[in-house]
């Protein structure tokens, strides 16, 4: 399936992203956690350049590759801590609306509040939002795993 879209951005609007993205890492989460979280998002929305990418930054970050191959079914397995699972219960939860799933409730909110402060739950829950701006863009021009911007 080839690429819709040939053509570089706005430059407005790659500024506007670089800003987006300024405020995610400046609110204190951990880089590898904010992989994991764009990861997750990126395999639930199947945006094969996502997860390509989201892969790729995960392991220069540190990643292993035991927990970059089990984030799909991470409530399965021991190798995430108790804060790493209420931030991925976030990410599914925010992504998983088109699927009639009820959204983020309280309980899902509350268990992330529990290892997140505020400023911290603002980057997450940019990160998760900016995560699926991306993955739908990606779908709709067809982008495809493996290229680089």
Same mark, same amino acid.
């Not at 739950?121 to 990160?127: H, I, M, P, R, V």
């Given at each position: 399936?080839?690429?819709?879209?040939?053509?570089?951005?706005?430059?407005?609007?790659?500024?506007?992203?670089?800003?987006?993205?300024?405020?995610?890492?400046?609110?204190?989460?951990?880089?590898?956690?904010?992989?994991?979280?764009?990861?997750?998002?990126?395999?639930?929305?199947?945006?094969?350049?996502?997860?390509? +990418?989201?892969?790729?930054?995960?392991?220069?970050? @540190?990643? $292993? /590759? #035991?927990?970059?191959?089990?984030? %799909? &079914?991470?409530?399965?397995?021991?190798?995430?801590?108790?804060?790493?699972?209420?931030?991925?219960?976030?990410?599914?939860? +925010?992504?998983?609306?088109?699927?009639?799933?009820? @959204?983020? $409730? /309280? #309980?899902?909110?509350?268990?992330? %509040? &529990?290892?997140?402060?505020?400023?911290?739950?603002?980057?997450?829950?940019?990160?998760?939002?900016?995560?699926?701006?991306?993955?739908?863009?990606?779908?709709?021009?067809?982008?495809?795993?493996?290229?680089?911007?």
């Amino acid at each position: 399936m080839e690429a819709r879209m040939k053509s570089r951005p706005n430059a407005d609007v790659t500024t506007a992203v670089q800003h987006l993205y300024k405020a995610i890492h400046a609110g204190g989460v951990e880089p590898r956690l904010l992989g994991l979280v764009h990861l997750r998002a990126s395999q639930i929305n199947g945006c094969s350049p996502c997860v390509f +990418a989201g892969v790729a930054s995960a392991k220069k970050h @540190g990643e $292993t /590759d #035991e927990r970059l191959h089990n984030v %799909a &079914a991470w409530r399965e397995t021991p190798f995430f801590t108790e804060a790493e699972r209420a931030a991925l219960a976030l990410t599914e939860a +925010a992504t998983r609306i088109q699927d009639g799933a009820p @959204g983020v $409730t /309280d #309980e899902i909110w509350d268990a992330a %509040a &529990a290892h997140f402060d505020d400023t911290q739950l603002s980057a997450l829950t940019l990160e998760i939002a900016l995560t699926n701006f991306f993955n739908r863009i990606n779908r709709t021009v067809r982008e495809q795993a493996g290229k680089s911007w």
